[in-house]
Structures are given as C-alpha cells and as structure tokens.
C-alpha cells in the first residue's frame, strides 16, 4: 500500500501562481495529478514518468503548469502559474506503475486532494 500525501493548495487570485507538492511513501514509477471541478467529473493534468524523461500535460495547462520529481524523497512537485478560475478544482496525486496506464486512468493509488481556487 503506497500512501500519497498532498500539500499546498490554497486561495490565490487569477494570474497568481501556487506549488503543489506530493509524497510518496515507498518509491513509486509514474506520478501525476489529475483534477475535479465541483460537478464534474475527475480529469488528467499532467504524468511524469520515473526518469522524468517523459512528461504529458493536458492542453488547458500547457505552458502554465509545470511537473518535477525529486526520486531521493519520492515527491512529485506541481509549479502552478497564471491560474484562472476554471482551474478551480480538487486536484488529486495519482501513481501507477506504467505511464501509459497512467495516461489511460488506470491509477494504483489516489491522494485524498487538496484544494485549489482560483479567484476572478
């Protein structure tokens, strides 16, 4: 059983920035966020691989969201720039042991979310 804790989330207004961190607590290949807006359903953002040689974002937060790992500490990190309401939503750390099942949403271990709003 791998557990995720997520931290940083938070309150920031339209165009502010915010990191989102993950912990792992054993060593863990593809590590990723997906995200659910209140009455929506739960979407992908963004997977990173274990070598962070391969990195998938989701078109609405190319070049503004950006995904690191750091594998000494198991953490996976979410740079987050000129945020916009729609990025509202509870984002979740996710992992699973390929990147491809990753992408396709076959996810071995969710986090328990952290919120982040965006403000207009």
């Known amino acids: 059983q791998v557990h995720l804790s997520e931290s940083g989330g938070g309150l920031v207004q339209a165009g502010g920035s915010l990191r989102l961190s993950c912990a792992a607590s054993?060593?863990?290949?593809?590590m990723g966020w997906f995200r659910q807006a209140p009455g929506k359903e739960r979407v992908f953002v963004v997977a990173i691989d274990y070598e962070g040689e391969k990195i998938y974002y989701a078109d609405s937060v190319k070049g503004r969201f950006t995904i690191s790992r750091n594998n000494a500490n198991n953490a996976v990190y979410l740079q987050m720039n000129t945020l916009k309401p729609d990025d509202t939503a509870v984002y979740y750390c996710?992992?699973?042991?390929?990147?491809?099942?990753?992408?396709?949403?076959?996810?071995?271990?969710w986090g328990r979310g952290t919120q982040v709003t965006g403000s207009s």
């Open positions: 054993y060593s863990v290949y593809a």
């Open positions: 996710a992992t699973s042991g390929q990147i491809a099942r990753f992408l396709n949403g076959d996810i071995e271990y």
